[in-house]
């Protein structure tokens, strides 16, 4: 059995789309490349494929993380060169490269997420950089930041999810548009959508006026735990 | 080309989709889907679904048009389809035009926008998309820069509440034709004659039908017949055919959608038309006769699309397709064809016996979730007079083999309303539905899921029963009762329904003729959208229509027509005779009366 992880960028048409789509996306294209697809035992058998880390919908993203497993030897390049065709031009294959069948799966070992969110035209006037970083100020100043989740038996539950705000900050360049950086605790462990974060920062009176959609989101890199430090997703490879 | 009259700011667009449920329906771009220099064709086409995204990219005469038009490189053709309440309120906000998805240029800029109707429901959807696209509504009222406005499918067999917002209709299948029409329409713009002159010139081909060179006459307020307004077309317009499946085009690159579909699979399909004849079913009689693909082809063509869309599900497509003449042969060269790429096939609906069962048992290696029939009415005498020919022992029999093997529950359609039926028949649903659940606790000591869903008898135009009244609303609803309270009591079934008004205002529009025009109009002003969809339909909209401008709808649905009246839709020429419609709704009567005879 020979796994494969990749990577690839989502570019903003294909935003639109939800996790599943992306999945079966995937699936139709990877089944159009004829690759040797392994696939899981039981009586519906179905590829094997992860995409980590669910991408929330609208939001475009630099490096995304798939693996996959094929039933014989796949070299990388050839997994690129054959595959890269399938795909619609808004997802770009980055790199490839095996994986030991024993390693622990990248999904698992995801922290955290660093996304940008851009201010759209229009608003540049409205805000100020100094008026947002107040604002994102007093929401960090907060202890508790609460949040009502539906959780499975369709109860709510409420998280703080204070501590999933890593870090959150206004970059202002002469010439560009206005833009967050923000790293946000994701993966299993639990995590927070930047589209809450800009929701809060909605109900700042300076912000308001200015959803979330205002804001175009972009998913910069995935972070992973190395030894108690958080590492890009790239850089560990 | 053709100027841009209307330039679309792609900008909007962009930031629209941002704000919208499912962005991805006007997303365009997808697999397969085809995008031309407007200018290096002669004649650019749109094609029209009066629904959801989702819905229309189901639609199987879509994706045969879309590729055969495409295929050609002095044609193309885009889609379009109804946006859904969210987007079509920031499009008006915005002033938006209508765009279609693969330029996103406005419809308007187009020469052929073309309407796929294929229930009566979605016809304000199409009075909404021409007001989107800022189309005149009325074809009388379009410019000659506006685009001829055309349309095709299913309900074109009585296209009158319609006539006057077409330019002209296709009637029947239109693959072999439309790509020459389309050219030929093109020609007749390049030599400078007008809508008026272009609408007369194609108005005496096979199949076409231009509503405004025919005016309906009225005697005493009643039908009386058609007069025609031009010397050119003919009395009765003939439905167009395809010969021979096999040379027909097929599509083998279909787009595949990013979002889930009604029918999200590939499908190929096996024959065309029904050899059953059962007296409601309109599809049984228009599409005859009965043509089937080849053994050969359809393998060739199944592996196709499968090798240019990565499905992994191909469905078996026909109105009846275990009646195809080779199926066993079929199945196991398809199963040998996908056994390494594990492409399931599927059958959409099973006819109740046996030889079905065993059928979708070689079919499904997979799980066995459950398996969908159509006995449509729950006794013998019933079934007997809607010509649908099966014994309580068949279903039996055929539910017994697929329990037997494997499968866990089961999808019964059944209708109400229908010919000669009693509320004993309606209970009847209850008693088998009962029966079913007794005789598998007993034989596997597990319960089945089984899904019950029922129906409204529809009496269609082209039918045995179109001159049928259709079941009043108050008693539609008495009997619906009936089953709601009995299925209450009965566990492990889900019993589902039709929303009663709308049944209503499908027979209205079935039978309908030109005088439901304005009514459609008034409907739409009034708000009505997807009518089809029970959270947008609005019965109280549709009374106030009928209201303002005094129709009764009882007079259109209610109404038992005379054998010697003239129907809405005697100038359309299906294939089969009034004479055989007549002779086959007198045996239903005569089936009926027999039985009662001899009880």
Known sequence: MNRISFSFARKLPLAYISHLDMLRLFLRALRRSRLPLAFSQGFNPHPRLTLALPLPVGVTASEEYGEIYFTEFI???????????????????????????????????????????????????????????????????????????????????????????????????????????????????????????????????????????????HRESIYVNNDGILQPVSEGM | ???????????????????????????????????????????????????????????????????????????????????????????????????????????????????????????TNVLNMLDLAKIPLYSSERSESDPLVIGGGPCTFNPEPLAPFFDFFILGEAEEFLPDLLAELGALKGRCLNRNEILSAISDLESIYVPSLYRPLYRDGVLCGMEKLDSRPSDVIRKRTVKDLDCAPYPTSPIVSYIQTVHDRAVIELFRGCGKGCRFCQAGFIFRPVRSRSRKNIL??????????????????????????????????????????????????????????????????????????????????????????????????????AVAAGWQGFKLYFMIGLPTEKDADVEAILTLCRKIRQHFKLKTGRSLKIVVSVSTFIPKPHTPFQWEPQLELSEVVNRQQILRKGFRNMPGFDYSWHEPEASLLEAVFARGDRLLAPLLERAWQLGCRFDGWSEHFSFERWQKAFRDLNIDAGSYAYRRFNYDEYLPWDHIDCGVSKEMFIREHRNALIDESTRRGIS
Not at chain 2, 49 to 62: C, H, I, R, T
Not at chain 2, 111 to 118: C, P
Not at chain 2, 303 to 314: F, Q, R
Not at chain 2, 360 to 378: C, K, N, W
Request: net charge negative; proline share 4%.
């Open chain 1, 75 to 217: 070299r990388p390049e050839d997994f690129i060169g054959r595959l890269r065709p399938q795909l619609p031009e808004a997802l770009e294959l980055i790199d490839a490269y095996i994986v030991r069948p024993e390693a622990p799966s990248l999904a698992s070992r995801i922290e955290a997420a660093l996304y940008r969110a851009i201010l759209k035209n229009g608003f540049e006037q409205r805000l100020t950089a100094e008026s947002v970083r107040d604002a994102l100020e007093r929401l960090l100043a907060r202890e508790e930041i609460i949040i009502q989740r539906k959780t499975k038996k369709k109860k709510t539950a409420s998280t703080n999810v204070r501590p999933y705000i890593i870090e959150a900050v206004v970059k202002k360049e002469a010439g560009k548009p206005m833009e967050l950086n923000l790293v946000l605790k994701a993966g299993s462990q639990g995590g927070i959508s930047p589209v809450f974060l800009l929701e809060q920062l909605e109900s700042d009176p300076v912000c308001t006026g200015i959803s979330a959609h205002d804001w175009q989101l």
């Open chain 2, 1 to 123: 080309m053709m100027v841009n009259w209307m330039p679309i700011d792609k900008d909007i667009i962009s930031d629209l989709l941002s704000r919208v449920q499912k962005p991805a329906r006007y997303l365009g771009n997808e697999w397969n889907s085809c995008l031309k220099d407007h200018d290096r064709v002669a004649v650019r086409a749109v094609f029209a679904f009066p629904d959801l995204y989702e819905v229309g990219m189901s639609n199987q005469g879509l994706k045969i048009l879309y590729e055969c038009v495409n295929s050609r490189s002095d044609l193309l053709m885009e889609r379009v389809f109804a946006p859904a309440a969210d987007m079509e309120d920031l499009m008006r906000e915005n002033d938006l035009p209508l765009f279609a998805l693969e330029s996103q240029e406005a419809l308007k800029d187009f020469d052929v926008i073309g309407f796929s109707l294929q229930y009566e429901l979605s016809y």
């Open chain 2, 300 to 401: 060739e063509t199944a592996e196709a699309i499968i090798a240019a869309t990565g499905y992994d599900e191909i469905s078996l497509s026909s109105l009846s397709s275990t009646d195809y003449a080779q199926i066993e042969t079929l199945i196991s060269e398809m199963n040998e064809v996908f056994e390494e790429s594990k492409v399931k096939c599927s059958l959409p609906s099973l006819r109740l016996d046996s030889y079905s069962v065993k059928l979708a048992e070689q079919l499904h290696q997979g799980r066995r979730s459950s398996l969908t029939f159509a006995p449509e009415a729950a006794t013998e005498r019933l079934r007997k007079v809607i010509g649908k020919n099966i014994s309580e022992e068949d279903i039996f029999k055929a539910l017994s083999d």
